[in-house]
């Protein structure tokens, strides 16, 4: 964590630590999981007496706002409600503009789903305070994550089948349709490799996959599409041509049956349709 961030974070904790609706905090993100580095942004939980519950958001933008020399803005995420509020702030302080991620959970709403995605593999060590045991005792027994799964047939056969759309929209020069396909192909290629090749137990894709191995990492940073169809009919051929390389590998380690047939036809139609382009 940056040190002018991090003097933001002792300021903040020594605040919020006073207050006696807040039984407890800890980390959370990149640095609960011991992956944060000198970019790292601030992921604070609080956990908060339910009778003070919605009162504490108005509470920490007056915190931010006294330790800091603006609050540029706050962002609220879509699935806050009774039981958790996560609110994102930009900050601004001698001159330079910060995150920090604020998390608040209600005590009385503990076992909620998305209250338990917030301690899932909680250990003492990101505790930063904890009045009473009550966050210790989230760490004694806490959820536990796991690894990425999915179908891989029903993979394959979503591959293929938006791959099959790909030709109408490179010969319509229909960029809009043509960057639905790149994005739908990209989440269903790295879906595959994270159901192959995931090895840690939190966070989403994007997190999970700076952790699969690097060459198959590079088998994704094509699924882009641009103003140039010829480069896009380029790249889809080679991406398509790199899921069906890691697809048969997969498909091998897990002693599954393979049939190319279908990826071999649609790639086949796809060349053949868009050779001029």
């Known amino acids: 964590m940056d040190q002018a961030l991090k003097n933001i974070f002792d300021k903040f904790i020594e605040k919020t630590k006073s207050m006696d609706e807040v039984l407890g905090a800890w980390n ?28 504490m958001e108005h509470t920490v933008d007056n915190v931010l706002s006294e330790i800091c020399d603006d609050v540029l803005l706050r962002w609220e995420e879509e699935f806050n409600g009774e039981a958790i509020i996560n609110n ?15 998390f608040l959970i209600n005590n009385d709403m503990i076992d909620d789903f998305m209250c338990r995605i917030h301690y899932t593999d909680l250990t003492e060590k990101d505790i930063i305070f904890d009045k009473m045991g009550d966050v210790k005792r989230l760490a004694d027994d806490p959820p536990k994550g796991g690894l990425w799964s999915d179908d891989i047939d ?25 960057e639905g396909i790149f994005r739908t192909l990209y989440d269903t290629h790295a879906s595959l490799l994270l159901s192959a090749y995931d090895s840690i137990t939190w966070g989403g894709a994007a997190s999970k996959l700076k952790y699969i191995p690097a060459e198959k990492q590079g088998h994704l940073k ?56």
């Open 154 to 178: 029903r993979l394959q056969r979503t591959y293929w089948y938006h791959l099959n759309m790909a030709a109408k929209y490179l010969l319509r020069n229909d960029f809009f349709k043509l």
């Open 88 to 102: 994102g702030y930009i900050l601004k302080n001698n001159g330079m503009l910060f995150q920090f991620d604020v």
């Open 28 to 55: 959370f993100g990149s640095e609960m999981h011991g992956k944060a580095d000198e970019y790292s942004d601030v992921d604070v939980v609080l956990l908060v007496d339910g009778t003070a519950f919605h009162q």
């Open 222 to 277: 094509k699924y882009y599409c641009t103003e140039d169809f010829g480069l896009d009919r380029d790249n889809l051929i080679l991406s398509a041509e790199l899921f069906e390389k890691d697809l048969s590998e997969i498909l091998a380690e897990k002693n599954m049956l393979h049939k190319p047939e279908t990826g071999i036809a649609v790639k086949k139609q796809l060349i053949d349709l868009t050779s001029n382009l």
